[in-house]
């Protein structure tokens, strides 16, 4: 019996997650989501990466983009921008529904971690997915041209202005969601996904009490690198990584998460950082393939880490 605890972001987390569910029961699985990426989009609500990871488990996730609903269509979209309405943030047709649900009960005053259970019970899946705090953080990025709202940042300017430093707006004054620090002090492992370090993973850590109950768990930290041979496998993660002045590899992520984790899992293309990382960190580096190309790479992945983490606990 192991139960996960998962701290996640969007498409890395989501792909991690899936194989997890495949390897422990998804009852023992709570997966612990970023909200710093929501936004609000002509009055909705969206929370990309609670419904990236939702979509994905469901088994309803595009493949080609790792976001958004498979066989998905854009008449709404076009229309709103025929009327002069904002058309640079795609929100397909039937994923509408979702913001609709989620906004409308918002509005009516349910904590998103109350509407994120209920959506996740609706796709039939059993594992618990929490937002990390039903209160308002939105991550904000300092560019040369000022500072970015992060879909600003992210999706109209897609991720080209180097980053100077990143904020998470009303993060101070938040509380974790029902059930966030309970998961974390219940865990038997507690698993960092191989998401965005900055993006993803710091904006959990800054809600207050979060970091605390990961450092302070009895559980044993395992981080899984998102970075493979220098290179991020989608998205800014390596050249956000460039603009902090951090080293562009494995090795910039293990200085990262050294005071978080006790495990680390390099990709085995990085092997020959593994000596330096062991030596540098108090980190227990373990090697192997973490390119979750398919289910089975992302089974294999999730037990390799559990193990990894278990013996080192
Ligand atoms: P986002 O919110 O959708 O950007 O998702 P995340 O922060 O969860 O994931 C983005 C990170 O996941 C990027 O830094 C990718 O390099 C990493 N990632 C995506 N797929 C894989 C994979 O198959 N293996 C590894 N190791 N990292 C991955
Ligand atoms: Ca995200």
């Known amino acids: 019996m192991s139960r996960v605890a998962v701290l996640a972001g969007g498409v890395g987390a989501a792909r991690f997650l899936d194989g997890l569910v495949r390897v422990v029961p998804p009852t023992d699985v709570t997966a612990i989501v970023n909200v710093g990426d929501d936004m609000e989009w002509s009055g909705l609500h969206i929370s990309p990466d609670l419904d990236t990871v939702t979509y994905t488990l469901a088994d309803l996730v595009n493949p080609e983009t790792g976001w958004g609903l498979r066989g998905e269509s854009r008449r709404t979209l076009d229309r709103l921008s025929e009327l002069g309405g904002p058309d640079w943030f795609m929100i397909g047709d039937l994923d509408l529904a979702t913001h609709l649900y989620r906004t409308h009960r918002l509005s009516q005053g349910d904590p998103l971690s109350a509407i994120t259970r209920d959506l996740t019970r609706r796709l039939g899946l059993e594992l618990a997915i929490t937002p990390v705090t039903d209160d308002q953080l939105r991550t904000v990025v300092e560019t040369d041209s000022g500072e970015l709202a992060f879909q600003d940042y992210f999706v109209k300017r897609r991720a080209a202005d180097p980053v100077h430093s990143l904020r998470f707006?009303?993060?101070?004054?938040?509380?974790?969601?029902?059930?966030?620090?309970?998961?974390?002090?219940?865990?038997?492992?507690?698993?960092?996904?191989?998401?965005?370090?900055?993006?993803?993973?710091?904006?959990?850590?800054?809600?207050?009490?979060?970091?605390?109950?990961?450092?302070?768990?009895?559980?044993?930290?395992?981080?899984?690198?998102?970075?493979?041979?220098?290179?991020?496998?989608?998205?800014?993660?390596?050249?956000?990584?460039?603009?902090?002045?951090?080293?562009?590899s494995a090795l910039g992520v293990a200085r990262i998460y050294d005071l978080l984790a006790d495990v680390?899992?390099?990709?085995?293309?990085?092997?020959?950082?593994?000596?330096?990382?062991?030596?540098?960190?108090?980190?227990?580096?373990?090697?192997?393939?973490?390119?979750?190309?398919?289910?089975?790479?992302?089974?294999?992945?999730?037990?390799?880490?559990?193990?990894?983490?278990?013996?080192?606990?």
């Open 264 to 313: 680390f899992i390099l990709d085995e293309e990085d092997a020959s950082l593994a000596t330096e990382i062991d030596a540098e960190t108090g980190m227990r580096v373990v090697v192997m393939a973490t390119l979750m190309k398919d289910v089975e790479a992302k089974m294999a992945l999730a037990s390799g880490t559990l193990k990894a983490a278990l013996d080192a606990g």
């Open 169 to 248: 707006d009303g993060a101070n004054s938040s509380s974790p969601a029902p059930g966030v620090i309970d998961s974390l002090q219940e865990a038997d492992v507690i698993a960092i996904a191989p998401s965005n370090p900055f993006l993803s993973i710091d904006p959990l850590l800054s809600v207050p009490g979060v970091r605390d109950a990961v450092t302070s768990s009895a559980a044993p930290v395992v981080a899984i690198s998102p970075i493979i041979g220098g290179q991020a496998v989608k998205g800014p993660a390596a050249d956000i990584l460039q603009s902090l002045g951090h080293d562009v």
